[in-house]
Nanobody, 119 residues
Framework: QVQLVESGGGLVQTGGSLRLSCAASGRTDKLYAAYWFRQRPGEEREFVAAFTWSSGRTYYADFVKGRFTISGDNAKNMVYLQMNSLKPDDTGVYYC????????????WGQGTQVTVSS
């Protein structure tokens, strides 16, 4: 089992930055990839970014390319999401998730952290 805990959310003005962190504990050695999803008010949860520990490859949703950067540590203990040039549309709850063995597996989820961008 793996536990994920997000932190770093908060209130920021348009154009500002936030860095979200996701702390992983437990049997992290089997983790293959980590992801950030978000759920904006009144919307479905959506993919934001992905990071694979085996190759360091990253993937992004089109709406965050050039503004957000996902990264992870080699020990598979931390995953980060650096968010720059934030817009009010980025407001929502951001979730960290991670999966074992392959991409597109979301075996573990954190509780989420609120990000609010004021105009």
């Amino acid at each position: 089992q793996v536990q994920l805990v997000e932190s770093g959310g908060g209130l920021v003005q348009t154009g500002g930055s936030l860095r979200l962190s996701c702390a992983a504990s437990g049997r992290t050695d089997k983790l293959y990839a980590a992801y950030w999803f978000r759920q904006r008010p009144g919307e479905e949860r959506e993919f934001v970014a992905a990071f694979t520990w085996s190759s360091g490859r990253t993937y992004y949703a089109d709406f965050v390319k050039g503004r957000f950067t996902i990264s992870g540590d080699n020990a598979k203990n931390m995953v980060y999401l650096q968010m720059n040039s934030l817009k009010p549309d980025d407001t929502g709850v951001y979730y960290c998730t991670a999966g074992e063995e392959s991409l597109l597996r979301y075996d573990y989820w954190g509780q989420g952290t609120q990000v609010t961008v004021s105009s």
